[in-house]
């Protein structure tokens, strides 16, 4: 004789079956999300996504930059320039961004020290300017006085941006030093 089970026994084991289950999954899933290194993968992957955001920012700066020329000393030039014009905020722009503070500060104590004039009468004088092209793919322009004294430096540096690591789509030479 066979026994029947009642129904509602058999659905009530199906049904501890499957909330049995459900409470597995469901720990498992909150161990492995509290993971210490799941939560550090987390942390990483965040931070790279901020990284790269940031160098998006900074090479759509560059993109946009027009102040600085096709060659090292064309850059020197509209710098000079605008140093004569006594036109600060012109001339830093000649700078890589994270420069241009820096500098502003320095031209502005220069012109406040009352040594403005002494400055650009050396920086002007075509003859003093010596540049040269270095290995590092950097263009140095040495400034003497008229004692032949190496009185300023200016480094300068090709700032080159292309399409998604393509091919480069231009570039402009910024004063990385001066």
Partial sequence: MNKKVPQKITNFKYLALFGFLVLILGISVLIWHFNPEIQEAKKHKEEAA????????????????????????????????????QN????????????????????????????????????????NQKGEMKPSNSYVIRVYNKDNYLIAQATLKEISF??????IRGSIWKMIEF
């Fill in 50 to 85: 901020i990284f790269s955001q940031k160098i998006q920012e900074e090479r759509n700066k560059y993109i946009n930059d027009s102040y600085g020329g096709e060659s090292p000393e064309t850059t020197y030039q509209m710098f000079l320039e605008a140093l004569n014009d």
């Fill in 162 to 167: 292309s399409e998604n690591g393509g091919e």
């Fill in 88 to 127: 600060i905020d012109l001339a830093v722009r000649y700078f890589v961004f994270d420069k241009q503070e820096l500098y502003k500060q320095f031209f502005l104590d220069i012109k406040n020290n009352g040594r403005w004039e002494e400055m650009m009468e050396d920086l002007l004088n075509p003859e």
